[in-house]
């Protein structure tokens, strides 16, 4: 797997890109980087980039982790700032999706472009693709990128193998996403089964504890860094709307943790954000959603709604006073959901 990035990151100008969302979490780095190689495999040269700046890279305490396993070093890797991506801006570009699936010219500022496919498993945004498309729900994109190499015949003549390091990145990133296979916490689909058991990976209880207790390690994290780790936006007719995502916290844990507003305030000055919503999840569960900017936008009528399809309860006499904060009972009640609800409403 190294050689083959080494190799991708000399090419110039490489032929096409994948692309995974802005995220940037570990189903959309290994998705990126396993579809490039898969798209390798059929013949066509095509460079994986992550879609984030290489300084917050070591924000996704999970990714460096897996990355490691890999032999793979940050280094290795192509991302925003990178010159190979300054040197394509000009060029018409033909680009590959993965866990997402409509391009934001935001970030890579092509002045050319065409979606040549998509691979995902988010709801369908009905961005335009002139290629294959694949867009199902299931846990993880993982599972979907793992389905192309199970099927490989019917894509190409030529023959690849996964490694044993490729299958167990895969794997994974499944467990993780899937929170190890569970079907009770809506998170599961019969493929993410199955693509696992193809990978034929053994001690899965260890495998996600180990990838779990990666993702958990944010004892080095200010609340400036965990919002910049793991957040998607999209444009509502207010602004810009974030909704970051952070693992192992509860409310009581991030209210508690050192200048939380004016950390909270830089990131929303920095973007220009107009909402900001944050998603608290434990390792066992427990659930938690904050407005903790722009509640001014939200109405009456989009909270209640949100309340209903969320089961969320909302916490009273919370720090800082502006801040709205539920407990959600809603355990599949992910991001994936959330963010479509807020949208529907934001966007009116």
């Known amino acids: 797997m190294l050689a083959f990035l080494k190799s991708k990151a000399e090419i110039d100008p490489p032929a096409s890109i994948v692309l995974g969302n802005n995220a940037c979490d570990l189903d959309s780095v290994v998705s990126s980087i396993m579809y490039a190689y898969f798209l390798d495999a059929t013949g066509e040269s095509t460079l994986p980039v992550l879609c984030i700046p290489k300084k917050d890279i070591t924000l996704r305490t999970e990714v460096t982790f897996v990355l490691d396993m890999l032999g793979i070093s940050t280094d290795d890797l192509i991302y925003l700032d990178s010159p190979q991506v ?12 993965v866990d997402h699936n409509k391009y934001d010219n935001t970030y890579l500022k092509l002045e050319s472009f065409e979606i040549d496919s998509i691979v995902d498993h988010h709801e369908d945004e009905n961005g335009p693709c002139s290629g294959f ?15 192309l190499f199970k099927n490989m015949q019917l894509f190409s003549n030529a023959a690849v193998s996964l490694t044993d390091k490729m299958r167990l990145c895969l794997a994974m990133t499944i467990l993780l996403d899937t929170i190890n296979l569970d079907f009770s916490k809506g998170r599961t689909n019969q493929i993410d089964v199955e693509m696992f058991q193809f990978l034929a990976v053994s001690d899965r209880e260890k495998l996600f504890e180990k990838v779990t207790r990666a993702k958990c390690d944010i004892s080095k994290l200010s609340v400036y860094d965990l919002l910049r780790k793991d957040y998607k936006s999209f444009a509502g007719k ?19 943790m050192p200048y939380l507003a004016k950390d909270t305030q830089q990131f929303i000055a920095e973007l220009d954000i107009k909402v900001l919503i944050i998603m608290l999840r434990t390792e066992d569960c427990q659930l938690f959603l904050v ?13 209640s709604d949100v309340t209903d399809q969320l089961q969320l309860v909302k916490l009273e006499r919370c720090q800082p006073e502006n801040w709205l904060v539920f407990e959600q009972f809603n355990i599949k009640g992910s991001r994936k959901v959330v963010l479509p609800l807020f949208k529907a409403w934001l966007e009116r």
């Open 86 to 97: 300054a040197d394509i801006r000009n060029k018409h570009m033909r680009l590959h999706l």
């Open 291 to 303: 407005v903790a900017h722009g509640s001014d936008f939200i109405s009456k009528d989009c909270i």
């Open 238 to 256: 207010v602004g810009q709307v974030f909704i970051a995502s952070m693992f192992g916290l509860t409310w009581d844990k991030l209210s508690s």
């Open 133 to 147: 498309k694949k867009i199902e729900r299931v846990g993880s994109c993982a599972s979907l990128i793992t389905s």
